[in-house]
């Protein structure tokens, strides 16, 4: 009648991937627990970690919830407790969690009617409340694991794309908030040429790096000519710890999500674990604080 479960944060965008790529973490993320309850409908009754709304239409899960629920026919409704982790505004796709997590939760306790494309669909409501624009980059990997890549919205295509062994990530998170509403709004409407072949050589040549687990051209691949230029403006000190992190043996590194994260990819953990000590000693020298993560991607 209940269960408990872990909805992890996700790397979106992953550098050339705009929307489009992203990336599970292991080890970050939310606990909720969804539970059947006698009272008909969406009942959020717990939240710990970080304010946010109770009511169910005001709440990323909760919209998610009701878009499943409207989906259904059945005589009971669910309550949802939230032990938020990620905090809201970090870039690692916090309201994509607790989207994922709710829906999630709910089709195990219903004998999984729902696959994870269709979970995705009813996901992507409680995103958009956040982000203002329905994406499901942050909602893929979550529901999936390891890479995704989402083909397009309409219809939902999700594509499974598979990691290299040695492949872990590294994530440091200044802790400033930046709302995804308000970093896709700073973003220029149109793309000059040259920078779309690029950023589509990177992004088709990234995706075949990671079915060919070809570290080399991953690390050639890693380049943003779109989105970065605009939004690294908002994230403190971030050429800094971007080259930080590439001269100290990162595969590449580039703006989380809609940011302020900073991730990096690194073959191997002593690597990443390198990589980490670059990246926080720029963070470190400032006072500025943050916390970082290194996660495998599986
Ligand atoms: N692809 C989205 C963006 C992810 O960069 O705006 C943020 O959640």
Request: charged share 20%.
């Amino acid at each position: 009648n209940e269960i408990k479960i872990f909805s992890p944060a996700t790397v979106a965008n992953v550098a050339c991937g705009f929307d489009v790529l992203g990336f599970c973490l292991d080890n970050v993320g939310d606990d909720m627990i969804i539970r059947k309850t006698n009272k008909k409908g969406i009942h959020i009754t717990k939240i710990e970690g970080y304010d946010l709304p109770y009511e169910a239409e005001l709440n990323v899960a909760g919209v998610s919830a009701l878009a499943m629920y409207a989906a259904i026919d059945v005589d009971f409704g669910f309550e949802i407790e939230i032990y938020k982790n990620i905090k809201p505004g970090s870039g690692i796709g916090s309201s994509a969690a607790s989207a994922v997590g709710s829906v999630f939760g709910m089709n195990e306790l219903l004998g999984k009617p729902f696959n994870k494309t269709q979970l995705t669909e009813f996901a992507i409501k409680g995103e958009a409340l956040a982000s203002k624009c329905e994406h499901a980059d942050n909602l893929a990997p979550a529901l999936f694991g390891g890479f995704t890549l989402v083909k397009s919205i309409s219809p939902l295509q999700i594509l499974e794309i598979p990691s290299p062994d040695d492949l872990y990530a590294t994530i440091i998170h200044p802790q400033i908030e930046i709302k995804t509403s308000e970093s896709r709004a700073i973003l220029p409407k149109e793309v000059p040429l040259g920078h779309a072949i690029e950023q589509w050589a990177n992004l088709g040549s990234l995706v075949h790096a990671l079915h060919t687990s070809d570290y080399k051209l991953i690390s050639n691949s890693l380049n943003d000519v779109v989105v970065e230029p605009h939004r690294s403006q908002l994230i403190p000190k971030f050429s800094l710890v971007k080259e930080a992190a590439l001269i100290h043996g990162a595969l590449g590194a580039g703006i989380s999500g809609s940011g302020p994260s900073i991730f990096s990819l690194c073959k191997g953990l002593e690597a990443a674990n390198k990589v980490r000590e670059a990246m926080q000693n720029v963070y470190s020298k400032t006072d500025i604080a943050f916390d970082i993560h290194v996660s495998k991607i599986n």
